[in-house]
């Protein structure tokens, strides 16, 4: 079974942090780039931020400095480490994995080969 399975998501004050999870399984998610995307309330889905499988990375400009993705292959996870939280970070959040290549997240909404299921990130003021 081919599946991405999101979590970490929660309720987190202002300045605050959260790690998402990206959990991998039927499939070699390393040998594939990764990207996270939100949707907020009312507003279309944004990519956030997207990892080549070579590493390349690539952040939306509303997210850097204050976002880091990441994977472990071992793991077959990809996470993203959220710090600084903002309320206008609240959103759903979907991980993803995309084509492989080095290039890959120079768009930083790359095509989706495999959506994972979204997991709601709540920041109060």
């Known amino acids: 079974e081919v599946q991405l399975q999101a979590s970490g998501g929660g309720l987190v004050q202002a300045g605050g942090s959260l790690r998402l999870s990206c959990a991998a399984s039927?499939?070699?998610?390393?040998?594939?780039?990764i990207a996270w995307f939100r949707q907020a309330p009312g507003k279309e889905r944004e990519g956030v931020s997207c990892?080549?499988?070579?590493?390349?990375?690539a952040y939306a400009d509303s997210v850097k400095g204050r976002f880091t993705i990441s994977r472990d292959n071992a793991k077959n996870t990809a996470y993203l480490q959220m710090n600084s939280l903002k309320p206008e970070d609240t959103a759903v959040y979907y991980c993803?994995?995309?084509?492989?290549?080095?290039?890959?997240?120079?768009?930083?909404?790359?095509?989706?080969?495999?959506w994972g299921q979204g997991t709601l990130v709540t920041v109060s003021s």
């Open positions: 039927g499939f070699t998610a390393g040998a594939y780039g």
């Open positions: 990892l080549s499988n070579d590493g390349n990375t």
């Open positions: 993803a994995a995309v084509a492989a290549g080095p290039n890959v997240c120079d768009i930083l909404t790359p095509r989706v080969m495999i």
